[in-house]
């Protein structure tokens, strides 16, 4: 009798980033598949490589820069290589505390745009492809006729609109509209991934507990943010393997009809903010 098991390739997941939440995702969605784990340092990669490694996963480790289509391309073409890819998970961005605004609109904006657009090719049906935004997309101020034009502009004349120009240096509002950008992205892109009978979605975490946010905590607006979470109810910031749970949802069976949409997993402070902030 085969052992079908060894004879066919496995399933495989591919997951941007190999920070604290992209290696929590790995560990969440990667038993019994092949995980392609990508990020931007090498150093970084080995780390988290290493680690999954020792711990049984079957990993392999890619350095990509996101904000370089040909780079992601070679990512994917990784990926279909080793098997069916099943999810997507993009984890990779930038944060006003560790880049400059110019850095954050490559990385967040351009750089999501790509995965999007370079995974459409490999993906098959079945295929989920997940994009980690944040709760700061939802408080970009932004009219409708940018938002259109942050949904469908070609991805290599994105950095050209003038609602991108407008941003200047300020990387706190590269990264809100890079953050809202990423939202608007995936809802123009669910089209062609729904006629592949594939599905691509946004989470957008609130502060969840990694070495991005606690480098965002120790910046003048930390104590601000903190003291929301105390404001809204929540009391705690999130953990990445609640993040990584609802990621495991949205590229699970139980959402197979979710798809071009975004799900906050911020603790109730967006809507704190929207209906009981009053300063």
């Known amino acids: 009798m085969v052992d079908r098991q060894h004879t066919e390739p496995r399933d ?32 970084q990669l080995d ?19 996101v904000s370089d289509r040909a780079s992601v391309e070679k990512l994917a073409a990784t990926a279909a290589g080793e098997g069916r890819v099943a999810a997507v998970v993009h984890t990779a961005g930038l944060s006003p505390a560790t880049a ?24 098959t049906r079945g295929t989920s492809l997940v994009c980690i935004s944040s709760m700061a997309g939802h408080y970009a101020q932004i009219g409708r006729e940018d938002e259109f034009a942050l949904a469908t502009t070609p991805t290599d004349r994105l950095t050209g609109l003038g609602v991108i120009a407008a941003i200047g240096d300020d990387a706190t509002s590269a990264y809100c509209v890079t953050k809202r950008s990423n939202h608007l992205r995936v809802q123009a892109a669910a089209l062609a991934w729904n006629r592949l009978g594939a599905r691509v979605n946004t989470v957008s975490p609130g502060v969840i507990s990694t070495a991005m946010a606690k480098a965002e905590s120790e910046t003048a607006s930390g104590a601000h943010m903190m003291k929301m979470l105390e404001d809204c109810g929540a009391g705690r910031t999130g953990t990445p393997g609640e993040i990584a749970d609802a990621v495991a949802f949205l590229t699970g069976p139980g959402s197979l009809y979710i798809t071009g949409t975004d799900l906050l997993v911020d603790g109730g402070q967006a809507a704190w903010i929207r209906c009981h902030r009053t300063a």
């Open 47 to 65: 780390v988290t490589v290493g680690a999954l490694t020792a711990e049984g996963y079957a990993v392999r480790g890619v350095v990509t820069d």
């Open 12 to 43: 495989v997941v591919v997951v941007t980033g190999a920070g604290g939440m992209g290696a929590s995702i790995a560990r969440r969605l990667g038993s019994g598949r092949t995980v392609i784990l990508a990020d931007a340092s090498e150093r």
């Open 100 to 123: 400059s605004a110019a850095a954050i609109i490559d990385v967040n904006m351009t750089g999501t745009a790509h995965v999007i657009d370079v995974f459409e090719t490999v993906a």
